[in-house]
């Protein structure tokens, strides 16, 4: 972890400690961050399940799988 020094409007990092229930500052902003990773994260899932038509195997994989070794 890297220290460092910010301006910070704390009204707002009260507020995010609510909806977070962190109980530091460090913990908010650590946790806010976290939120922001795992929500691009689930946005590119998203994304890919609508582009690819859905999660599990596709139709071909189902046959394949189907079929006798």
Same mark, same amino acid.
């Given at each position: 972890? @890297?220290? &460092?020094?910010?301006?910070?409007?704390? %009204?707002?990092? /009260? #507020?995010?400690?609510?909806?977070?229930?962190?109980?530091?500052? @460090?913990? &908010?902003?650590?946790?806010?961050?976290? %939120?922001?990773? /795992? #929500?691009?994260?689930?946005?590119?899932?998203?994304?890919?399940?609508?582009?690819?038509?859905?999660?599990?195997?596709?139709?071909?994989?189902?046959?394949?799988?189907?079929?006798?070794?």
């Amino acid at each position: 972890m @890297t220290k &460092t020094s910010l301006s910070i409007d704390r %009204e707002k990092a /009260d #507020a995010a400690a609510l909806v977070l229930g962190t109980k530091t500052l @460090t913990a &908010t902003i650590d946790a806010a961050l976290t %939120e922001v990773v /795992d #929500a691009e994260r689930r946005r590119r899932l998203k994304e890919r399940i609508g582009r690819d038509g859905g999660i599990g195997p596709t139709d071909d994989e189902l046959r394949r799988l189907r079929e006798p070794s």
